[in-house]
């Protein structure tokens, strides 16, 4: 898409960019036509925005938010047979020197889930 100043855009930019004028199109109260024709923009394209954002603008973007999430505290164990302990809540992990990644993930996330 190319802007009046002949700027591309990118895709999050049209996104809301075609959001915007859908809410204003929205609070306009006049129809898709008359709105389209007055903002210098194709009524198919505006259709097609329109219907790939069910009409609402409220999910553009990215929105971040806050996810509790438990600490994992670990210390290095001067013991050779175990290297590395992690304490994930009330459970504590002793990782040996040969450990197995994909054990240990699949422990880890098992963890998480409970």
Known sequence: MV????????RVEK???W??????????????????????LSAKLFYY????NNGNSSDVG???VPV?????????SEEVESPLVL???QYRVEVGERFDSSTLARLLNTLDRI
Do not use: T
Request: aromatic share 14%; proline share 2%; net charge positive.
């Open 3 to 10: 802007g009046h100043s002949g700027r591309f855009y990118n």
């Open 15 to 17: 996104r809301r960019i």
């Open 19 to 40: 959001s915007k004028h859908i809410e204003d199109w929205r609070e306009s109260g006049k129809s898709q036509a008359q709105y389209c024709r007055e903002q210098g």
């Open 49 to 52: 925005w329109k219907n790939k």
């Open 62 to 64: 990215v929105k971040l």
């Open 68 to 76: 509790d999430m438990p600490r994992i505290k670990y210390h290095f």
């Open 87 to 89: 304490v994930v809540r």
